[in-house]
């Protein structure tokens, strides 16, 4: 009786021992954390414009453009692009492309999802309390310890325990479609395109720089195509063509292809090339494709249709 009794003192006694150092692990890294912000702060004169976090869970942020409009809210919709880089030696790891970028309403962007890092999203409240003190248009960055960001297993090429600086940039519209609209335009004008370019009511803009003169798909459920293609973001990055062979296409239900395709397409002849830049909502919208095209990219196709059966 008395050794069980030793024994089962010694089981809690060790027990209490093993909670104590991950209890004084778990302390240490959050005090380092804090330390390295606070020492990055008060080095880089920035004591008077980093905000402390309203629950001073230990990040902190600074409005860098306030923005126009009205201070957003969780309920608005918002538009906005991520760069995570290390506080500590400005290692880039997450740099959002310009061609695309996150959409969701306010409230949710705590929730933030990369491909790169990981299937399944991190919950990141600083950077809705960055939002939310912005306007449209405004910009902000986070100092964020590595516990309220990717911790000790680190996240894709994001180091364990590694404190971060996150730019978060909101664009001033919040419907995608102004966005889309407003990059293809600019696109289309640094490319001297304008004049040549037709918008589609759906949104797309096309140019034909040949005009087909064979058979015409008479019915997109049942009519096929044999296609090539070269598909590009709008800063120049192919991301798939049609090079190793031939492409052939139905315009009914297929999900070979996009919906961009299947509303221009099938408008013209056999024998047609044209180029067309498709607004991101008939493309791959929010979701993106893979690690090439991020979330609400618009994209630009050459297009030429070699022949089509009916």
Known sequence: MKNFTKLSLLTVL?????????????????????????????KNGLSSVMV?????????????TAGTGDTFKNTDSVLYNINIRSLEDGTGYVQTPLTGNFGTYVGYTNSFYKYELATTSFNIPAIRTAILALKPGGVARILLPSYLAFGKNGAGNIPSNTVLE??????????????????ITKFLAA?????????????????????????????????????????????????????????????????AIISGWKIIIPKFAAGTKLRMIIPSALAYAGNGSGTTIAPNSPLDFDIEIVSVTN
Request: aromatic share 12%.
């Open 166 to 183: 996150l730019t978060v940039t909101t664009y001033p519209y919040k419907k995608q479609a102004l966005l889309d609209d407003d990059r």
């Open 14 to 42: 060790l027990a209490a021992l093993i909670f104590t150092s991950c209890k004084k692990e778990y302390d240490s890294i959050q005090t380092i954390d804090d330390s390295k912000i606070t020492s990055y702060i008060q």
């Open 52 to 64: 402390q976090d309203p629950d001073k869970s230990g990040f902190y942020y600074q409005v860098l």
């Open 191 to 255: 490319k001297g395109l304008t004049a040549s370019a037709v918008k589609d009511p759906s949104g797309i803009y096309y140019i034909v720089n040949t005009a087909g003169t064979g058979t015409v798909i008479a019915d997109k459920e049942v009519g096929t195509a044999i296609i090539n293609y070269a598909g590009r973001l709008l800063d120049g990055t192919g991301f798939d063509s049609n090079s190793a062979g031939t492409f052939s296409t139905s315009f009914s239900s297929s999900t």
